[in-house]
């Protein structure tokens, strides 16, 4: 036991006084959290308090088009501006990109016309299947009015894609008006009044959004509760670059000769390193999520909310410990330091991709989705993101923790194998 | 012939040979040095020296053959032999972040010595070394002389009976190299054997007591190093050396 400890203390020592490891490890994912927390709110503010900028060139003189501008300003999702009515294509970009807007719609000429005209022609139909006469139409109806949309590349496809479908619902609310109003005029003759209009295409049916999580708990999550369990899980991984050189440093250095010749055996010295480092990671996870809770508020982001603590510091163990048998087994195959960091930080990386922390994994496709279970990354982030976003107990974290208990097993016996096959046990 | 008990090494009808470098091959080697000796291994480079260290403490298994130590076999897998002896390689091998109280704590502890006796052993090694002064201060710092007596600190900490030593006065000024040959008379005065390798062939003629020289991984003369000068007709150890193992380069 005083071989362990004197170990541990010779390792705690060495770590210390690694000025560069140290903030490899701490530093660098602290500001990593911080600034990709920060991105990501900004783009959930862009859409929820931002509103969009979205510069609009209506060549149209009609009621419709009007309607339309109203309606996506009701939306709530875009801050509306105007360009003049005369500019083209390659005018309005410019002035798309004076004015910083992401989007531009530019509303054909002839947009009322042809709403009044569809909306006739349908309430023609619908007069003529009430068994009523309707007006006769003489203008053949076109195709879909055509509005053109805008955008900025930088627009990820999401993005656009729910841009589309609010640009649509405003169409269709100003389609739907004047289908109303032209059949209310046919059977009525006379105006639709504004009570009714306002009765049967404002008072929609609302959409309750409802979180579905584990303790029944009602919290919406947000970019805090998404990224800091994430980003502490790669800085936990990340300690690959100072344990892995470390473990390098030691085989390839005079020291090890030492080593050997005492009567101890190596796996003592191994055993440190897990301890001492699997402190580290403990520690990376403490200080990343005290930043959620406390500092983030402070910089305008919202605060980390933390889960059944009993659960979140299984789970951080579990993590950190499967972070450290990896870092240790890259160390032991590695012949140089270089070798250890190169292979380690484009592994981590690639780890991080496939796991699910770059990408979701339920928008990945089938190999790839398949491959991703074999990440540990993986299932440390399913057993984080049940505990931080679903507010799961142990209990729920269970399977996830048996699956990452495995792998470090399986990759503590790859180390075991490694070592014999290098003499170094 | 010497007798088993009173052995410190014996190297009996060993075989060696590297996979991937079957010119350093030993066949049928044997090699007696009793307890308490001061014995001086010589050779040029490539003669197999380190190797046989190597093969002496347990870092390379013999193919075949036995060698014990004390009389135990070297190279068990219980490393019950280990704490036997002390090996001072020639690179510097220990932490140089910490200092040298924290590697001869470390290393003490991996020689099996409890926390008292490593205590113990620090102060009383940092003050025979000179080394009392900067106890505190990181190794990385050390002139090469200093770190050479902290290589030597750690070798011996676990005071073992058996001391193996290669090169440990390389690139030490005159006042270092006089201070550590005379702290390993004193520790072979105190009963501990010494085993040593080095190209400084006038510092092991002060040195040894009993030589074995070398070549092509086989002894080609060995016995009391005046004895063996008479024997010769050779002024020093330095002439036998080049009579015996020709003046062409080897590496």
């Not at chain 1, 060139?57 to 009515?85: E, H, R, W, Y």
């Not at chain 1, 005290?290 to 603590?309: A, E, K, Q, R, Y």
């Not at chain 2, 070297?74 to 972040?97: A, C």
């Not at chain 2, 006042?175 to 550590?180: D, E, L, M, N, Y």
Request: charged share 20%; net charge positive; with cysteine.
């Amino acid at each position: 036991m005083f071989k362990l400890w004197a170990t541990i203390k010779k390792d705690v020592r060495i770590l210390l006084r690694d000025r560069v490891g140290i903030s490899l490890m701490f530093i660098m994912p602290v500001i990593l959290v911080v600034i990709v927390t920060n991105v990501q709110n900004s783009t959930f503010q862009l859409m929820d308090k931002n509103r969009l900028p979205i510069l609009i060139c209506n060549k149209d003189a009609g009621q419709s088009s009007q309607q339309l501008i109203t309606s996506l300003d009701k939306i709530g999702m875009f801050k509306v501006s105007q360009t003049p009515k005369d500019r083209n294509d390659r005018q309005f970009a410019d002035d798309m990109e004076k004015a910083d807007a992401m989007l531009g719609i530019v509303i054909p000429g002839n947009f009322s016309d042809r709403v009044n005209t569809k909306a006739k022609s349908a309430a023609n139909k619908a007069l003529t299947s009430f068994g009523l006469q309707g007006d006769s139409l003489k203008k053949r109806v076109g195709g879909a009015d055509q509005l053109t949309l805008f955008y900025n590349p930088v627009l990820q496809e999401s993005m656009r894609l729910s841009i589309k479908g609010a640009l649509q619902s405003a169409l269709q609310m100003v389609e739907s008006r004047q289908t109303l109003k032209t059949l209310y005029f046919s059977i009525n003759e006379k105006s639709l009044p504004d009570s009714l209009e306002n009765e049967m295409l404002n008072n929609r049916t609302t959409i309750n959004e409802v979180p579905v999580s584990k303790d029944g708990t009602r919290k919406v999550p947000n970019a805090t509760q998404h990224n800091v369990p994430a980003w502490t899980i790669f800085a936990m991984f990340f300690v690959i670059m100072s344990l892995g050189s470390s473990v390098v440093k030691e085989k390839v250095s005079g020291s090890f000769i030492r080593l050997k010749t005492l009567p101890t055996n190596y796996l003592v010295g191994l055993f440190s390193k897990q301890i001492t480092y699997m402190g580290v990671t403990i520690l990376q996870a403490a200080v990343i999520f005290s930043m959620g809770i406390w500092l983030f508020p402070l910089i305008g982001l919202p605060s980390l909310n933390i889960p059944d603590i009993t659960a979140l510091v299984v789970a951080t163990l579990f993590c950190g410990w499967c972070a450290v048998s990896y870092a240790i087994c890259v160390g032991v195959f590695a012949d140089t330091q270089e070798q250890a960091n190169g292979f380690g930080a484009i592994s981590i990386v690639i780890l991080c991709c496939i796991g699910g922390l770059m990408i979701p994994t339920f928008a990945m496709q089938g190999f790839v989705k398949m491959i991703a279970n074999l990440s540990p990354l993986h299932w440390c982030l399913e057993a984080y993101y049940t505990l931080f976003l679903e507010g799961g107990k142990l209990k729920d974290i269970l399977p996830n923790l048996g699956l990452i208990f495995g792998i470090t097993l399986v990759i503590q016996f790859i180390t075991w194998l490694g070592l014999k096959r290098k003499n170094l046990i | 012939m010497a007798l088993k008990d009173n052995l410190a090494i014996d190297v009996t009808d060993m075989g060696f040979s590297y996979p991937d470098n079957p010119e350093v091959s030993f066949s049928n080697f044997n090699l007696k040095i009793e307890k308490g000796e001061r014995f001086g291994l010589f050779g040029p480079n490539g003669a197999g020296k380190t190797t046989l260290m190597n093969l002496m403490t347990g870092l390379l298994q013999v193919d075949h053959g036995r060698i014990t130590l004390l009389g135990h076999d070297v190279g068990n897998q219980d490393k019950s032999v280990n704490k036997l002896f002390g090996f001072v390689p020639q690179d510097f091998s220990f932490y140089q972040e910490l200092t040298p109280a924290e590697n001869l704590e470390f290393f003490g502890a991996w020689s099996g010595l409890g926390p008292k006796k490593i205590k113990k052993r620090t102060k009383e090694l940092l003050n025979i070394l000179g080394l009392e002064d900067v106890r505190n201060k990181q190794v990385l710092k050390f002139s090469g002389g200093m770190k050479r007596r902290v290589n030597l600190a750690i070798g011996v900490i676990h005071s073992p009976a058996v001391l193996f030593l290669d090169e440990p006065t390389v690139g030490v000024d005159v006042q270092t190299r006089h201070a550590i040959i005379d702290y390993l008379r004193e520790l072979n005065s105190r009963g501990t054997t010494l085993i040593y390798t080095s190209h400084q062939l006038t510092e092991a003629e002060d040195l040894c007591e009993q030589v074995a020289l070398m070549d092509n991984a086989k002894i080609i003369t060995l016995g009391n190093i005046h004895t063996l000068l008479n024997k010769h007709n050779n002024g020093s150890l330095e002439d036998l050396f080049i009579n015996l193992t020709g003046k062409e380069y080897r590496d």
